[in-house]
């Protein structure tokens, strides 16, 4: 990926953050003055999924100006990690996917050097079906919360209903990404509910929107699960329908029976998904925070997003 200058430096790594607890302060890295990161040719920018130095040090300069790491899955359980690894390589930002993992590695750090720059998605990789012929009435995938599906996987039999879910652990429902976005397309009731509930021996307190979510839009579901706060602060109102605890079974009857009820606020998730939480506002993002609040260059250019296998070629 080029952001306007930035070398090109994309590293695909695995998800593997925790949570920790007792945290002591760690020492500030050294202070060094950067010129111009945006348009140095020598700066380096990594995409990092987890820390793994073995597939970091070959991309490790030491001569380049700047240093930058965009951060997935800061989870509490590696704080001291990624703290270590910011002072071992010297890295002068970090943009972190979580808006509470960067104000706690802020406050460990006692620099702010962490950014929080939520994830985003290019929504044309994604499609929807018309209302009329979405086939999946209910879908929860990725992590499945075991107790909101206990108390709804009855009713939905009983309405005989199509839910799909994750049968065995860690197997997916899909087979791969194009039947992932096949089945989104289908789906009328999208379930996601964040880490910080579902897997908190990961997530820890860092309750953040994932990936899950933005797909779900982008596919034109009907959210249903609970919206971390960074999210409503950052669409500027709640775009999920909060699980009702008291009433679950008459909830998702309910849902589902007026379904088109729903569709306005379908439409207007999708509509501010499109206009400002796709990856190339998040890089203007990451571009305005580089800059110190200068306006950015007017020519564009091409960036090049590696993710796993698939690569998404955007315009700034």
Do not use: C, F, N
């Given at each position: 990926m080029d952001l306007?200058?930035?070398s090109q430096l994309l590293l695909k790594f695995k998800r593997k953050l925790k949570k920790v607890a007792g945290m002591e302060r760690f020492p500030a890295t050294r202070s060094r003055h950067l010129k111009d990161p945006i348009n140095d040719p020598k700066s380096i920018f990594a995409i990092l999924m987890g820390l793994?130095?073995?597939?970091?040090?070959?991309?490790?300069d030491c001569t380049s100006h700047a240093r930058m790491v965009y951060l997935f899955d800061a989870?509490?359980?590696?704080?001291?990690?990624i703290i270590r690894f910011v002072n071992e390589f010297k890295i002068d930002h970090v943009f972190v996917s979580a808006s509470r993992s960067a104000d706690d590695l802020n406050d460990l750090l006692n620099r702010k050097m962490f950014h929080h720059v939520p994830e985003g998605i290019d929504p044309a990789a994604y499609k929807y079906a018309r209302y009329d012929k979405k086939n999946i009435d209910v879908l929860a995938f990725g992590r499945k919360y075991d107790q909101y599906h206990e108390r709804i996987l009855?009713?939905?039999?009983?309405l005989d209903r199509t839910y799909m879910f994750e049968v065995v652990k860690g197997h997916f429902i899909f087979p791969d990404r194009q039947g992932l976005i096949d089945g989104l397309a289908r789906t009328k009731i999208s379930v996601c509910v964040p880490g910080s509930i579902t897997h908190p021996e990961r997530s820890g307190h860092v309750e953040t929107m994932?990936?899950?979510y933005l797909q779900s839009m982008a596919s034109k579901c009907l959210i249903l699960g609970h919206a971390p706060t960074e999210m409503i602060t950052l669409f500027g109102y709640n775009p999920?329908?909060?699980?009702?605890?008291d009433n679950a079974e008459d909830q998702i009857e309910d849902l589902l029976k007026h379904y088109h009820a729903y569709i306005p606020l379908i439409e207007r998730n999708y509509r501010e998904l499109v206009s400002k939480h796709t990856w190339s506002h998040r890089f203007q993002q990451i571009k305005e925070i580089l800059s110190n609040g200068s306006?950015?260059?007017p020519e564009h250019s091409p960036m090049l997003f590696k993710h796993s296998e698939a690569q998404v070629s955007v315009t700034i």
């Open positions: 306007s200058g930035l793994d130095k073995q597939k970091y040090l070959p991309h490790a989870w509490p359980k590696e704080y001291h990690r009855p009713a939905l039999q009983r994932t990936m899950r999920v329908i909060e699980i009702d605890w306006q950015p260059k």
